[in-house]
């Protein structure tokens, strides 16, 4: 079960990127250069539904990321030992990742 629920998440967040993706070109590279004016970009990011907006968009980029490295680990690592280090290197650096960017989100 646990297998599917992952890949299935996996599948979600590729659907969540393509739409935060469409979202993102249709705001910033064909709504004009006032979207982004720094006022603007101020307003915007301090707004609440931006604010989820761009959580959601880096959470699910992190595990969409993240999970398809871990599927080429599991593919190539042979070893239990490796595949627990590496699953341990991967979620450390994902962590991290995220954390960044919610740092980064509430500047």
Not at 51 to 64: E, K, Q
């Amino acid at each position: 079960m646990k297998g599917v629920i992952g890949w299935f998440l996996h599948r979600a967040t590729g659907v969540i990127l393509l739409i935060g993706l469409l979202v993102h070109f249709v705001l910033l590279h064909y709504s004009g250069a006032e979207q982004l004016d720094p006022e603007v970009v101020i307003a915007r990011l301090s707004s609440p539904f931006w604010m989820a907006f761009n959580f959601i968009f880096l959470v699910s980029a992190v595990y969409h990321g993240f999970y398809g490295v871990w599927g080429i680990a599991i593919e190539y690592l042979n070893s239990e030992k490796h595949r627990k280090l590496a699953k341990v290197s991967i979620t450390g650096a994902a962590c991290v990742v995220i954390a960044a960017g919610i740092y980064i989100l509430s500047v």
